[in-house]
């Protein structure tokens, strides 16, 4: 098992026929992922190396019965391909794109939650991986053996370096969700740690998250009251300054909140242990799993 | 992006919201001639990115030619938070009867714009939000359905506002909210929002911010990001498409993705050391933009060292470590580098920059190895300067 998707998953990417879209399109069907269309409005009835491309997402999914959404959509018109997608009936939906106005991400949120059967990961994310079944996204599969850690994480590279720090301690990944660096994300930590409660494969879980919001606080009090599986946090911008955005849009510390050391202080006080560096979560995990701990035990 | 209180006032004034008749001043001159033709009394006004510049002089009430001289040029020569006053805007003074507070909040738990209201304005907002949250009234608007009247006056009995005044607070809260909308802010927040004598309500100060994202649908309001308290390489940075931060302290620092970059940051704390800068050079950086990204890092004279932190996803270590040879052809820097390469083509990369043989360049394997060495040798330099 894994969560989100798995090799079943039936993935058309939107902007195929893009650079960015047609190199990771291929590039994970060659991992094993089972991509079986594309959408480019216009270029319907093309291929890309054998994938068909349709115009609208209500083709692609009649035709293929594709289940899962990638976009590589430009921020300008990634708002209206999500809500495409969604209105198609795909059931997840993974937007890579990164700057699409946050007036975009409210009203796309508003309909979602009148969609109540589609889950929405990023915007702004580098996608889900469930190594040696399905990668749905841009994260270097090279990088990431299947196993028992689940990951979840706002920031791309922080995810590769904690897995990378995983891996050379021998640990290998259920599947790993990057959920975005936007203030808006589609979903969020608590949304991910209730798939991974419930995930046979995942016997431990680590978050990374970062200043501003309170998705870290929300999630702290989710591990207190709902998980049961060890979890590992790190949280990144110690030494951001009050007021600056520290490059995420997401990521501000304003009026005293959503600072890392009440982020940090919060999970510890709902259960997690928070390792300081991504060297020391990785020691954690490491040494809470050959210890037993969570191995199965509840 | 913040706007300064002027201009948040014109843009809330292209939106119905009554604003008080002003101008902006670059010099003594200026603002003395401006006074003058608004007549007194008249407010002179430090125009900086920062709160509480009022409670720190900032703001002063002329009453005559010779208060407005003796205002302008006190103001100019303030620095508030480390912020010069480079702007006055110089209103017309107006008769206070009430100082009420509104505000339009981008609320990411909810996910929905939050308008609140208070009869209890002014500046110990903060104050009265801490002790007496109820007398600020405040409700959540669902975006696909847009501000209705019923929300005005939900909010307006909510924070019991007086009678006579309901009617126009619904529409100035309606305006507000028009043009959160329109103008795509993430905050706009008056306060205070003044009843004057005349039981009109007006726009006293004005904060409010817009998404940077959105401004390519906004031509009108891009020069509004031409700030001219801006850090010099805060500017150039923006001007090269790179996300840059400036810090306090002496080690220069450059990663791939935000997250990871902050990390660095705390990292080289952990070991010690002060952090000058954030800089993230983004996914997929070809070699010229590393190159550009040290020229930023570099042209901070505080810097003693850099460390290069890269775990390649789409960004490949061969392409960063091309533009760090690339760089120190160009730029000669005479600070040493230390760098950690990861991820995709790390061996080649790492081979590259042997190959090169670069002065004052140090290889490491690990982010907490390197960060180590880059505290060592910035101290070290600074042994050396004394």
């Known amino acids: 098992m894994s969560i989100l998707i798995d090799e079943r998953t039936r993935v058309c990417v939107a902007g195929i026929t893009g650079r960015e879209g047609r190199f990771h399109a291929l590039n994970n069907r060659r991992y094993g992922t089972n991509v079986v269309a594309g959408v480019t409005p216009g270029k319907g009835g093309q291929d890309v190396e054998g994938v068909p491309v349709f115009d609208t997402f209500a083709e692609a999914v009649a035709q293929t019965g594709a289940d899962a959404a ?3 959509v430009p921020a300008r018109f990634a708002a209206d391909s999500i809500l495409e997608a969604a209105e198609a009936g795909v059931a997840l939906i993974v937007a890579i794109s990164e700057g699409i106005p946050a007036h975009d991400e409210l009203r796309v949120m508003a309909q979602l939650r009148r969609r109540p059967g589609v889950r929405l990961i990023g915007p702004n994310c580098p996608g889900v991986l469930s190594p040696g079944k399905a990668n749905v996204g841009i994260i270097p599969a090279a990088f990431f ?4 850690v689940g990951v979840v994480s706002r920031s791309g590279t922080l995810t590769y370096q904690i897995g990378g720090e995983l891996a050379r301690r021998g640990l290998g990944n259920s599947t790993i969700v990057g959920i975005g660096g936007d203030p808006i994300p589609g979903s969020s930590f608590v949304d991910i ?12 879980i680590v978050m990374a998250g970062e200043i501003g919001g309170d998705a870290e606080e929300r999630a702290a009090q989710f591990i207190a009251e709902h998980v049961s599986k060890p979890v590992v946090a790190y ?13 995420h849009a997401g990521a501000i510390v304003s009026g005293g909140s959503g600072g890392a050391e ?12 928070v390792g300081r560096t991504p060297t020391e979560v990785a020691e954690l995990a490491a040494g809470m799993l050959a210890a037993g701990v969570g191995g199965g035990a509840r | 992006m913040d706007l300064l209180e002027y201009q948040g006032k014109q843009l809330l004034a292209r939106h119905g919201v009554v604003v008080p008749d002003g101008g902006v001043a670059e010099s003594v001159a200026e603002a003395v ?17 920062i709160g509480g510049r009022g409670k720190l002089g900032g703001v002063r009430i002329a009453h005559s030619h010779a208060e407005a001289r003796a205002h302008a040029s006190a103001i100019l020569a303030m620095e508030i938070r480390g912020l010069p006053v480079r702007q006055l805007w110089i209103e017309r003074a107006s008769q206070i009867a009430a100082e009420y507070y509104a505000s339009i909040v981008f609320d990411r738990s909810a996910q929905a714009p939050r308008v609140m209201l208070s009869t209890r304005g002014g500046v110990d907002i903060e104050a009265v939000a801490a002790a007496e949250p109820e007398a600020i009234a405040s409700l959540h608007v669902d975006p696909l359905l847009g501000f209705q009247p019923f ?3 939900l909010l307006a009995f909510g924070a019991r506002v007086e009678r006579d005044l309901v009617g126009s607070v619904v529409q100035t809260l309606s305006r507000l909210y028009d043009a959160f909308i329109a103008e795509e802010a993430t905050l706009v927040e008056v306060n205070p929002l003044i009843v004057t004598s005349g039981r009109e309500l007006v726009a006293l100060d004005a904060k409010v911010t817009l998404d940077d994202s959105a401004l390519y649908r906004h031509p009108d309001n891009a020069p509004l990001a ?5 850090d010099r390489q805060e500017r150039m940075a923006r001007q090269r498409g790179l996300t840059y931060v400036k810090l306090e302290g002496d080690i220069g620092i450059l990663g791939n993705g935000a997250g990871l970059v902050m990390s660095t940051l705390d990292v080289v704390a952990q070991a010690g050391g002060r952090p000058a800068n954030f800089l993230d050079a983004g996914g997929g950086s070809k070699a010229d933009a590393i190159a550009t990204a040290v020229e930023v890092i570099l042209s901070d004279e505080k810097v003693r060292a850099v460390l290069f932190n890269i775990f390649g996803g789409i960004t490949r270590c061969d392409e960063v470590a091309r533009g760090l040879i690339e760089a120190f052809e160009r730029l000669r820097p005479r600070v040493p580098f230390v760098v950690r390469l990861d991820g995709t083509n790390d061996e080649e990369g790492r081979r590259l920059l042997a190959d090169a043989g670069l002065d004052g360049l140090y290889v490491e394997a690990t982010m907490d190895a390197a960060a180590r060495r880059v505290v060592e040798l910035a101290a070290g330099r600074m042994e050396l300067a004394r």
């Open chain 1, 145 to 148: 053996r299947p196993g028992s």
């Open chain 2, 151 to 153: 929300h005005g006056r």
């Open chain 1, 193 to 204: 740690l209730a798939l991974f409660e419930e995930d046979p494969q995942t016997e431990l």
């Open chain 1, 262 to 273: 009440a982020k940090a202080r919060a999970l510890e006080e709902g259960g997690a242990r």
């Open chain 1, 70 to 72: 990638l976009l590589f």
């Open chain 2, 33 to 49: 001639a401006l006074a003058d033709q608004l007549g007194y009394p008249c407010a002179v006004k430090a125009q900086v990115r």
């Open chain 1, 235 to 247: 949280i990144a911008g110690f030494t951001a300054p009050p007021g600056k955005t520290m490059g």
């Open chain 2, 226 to 230: 031409e700030a001219l308290d801006e």
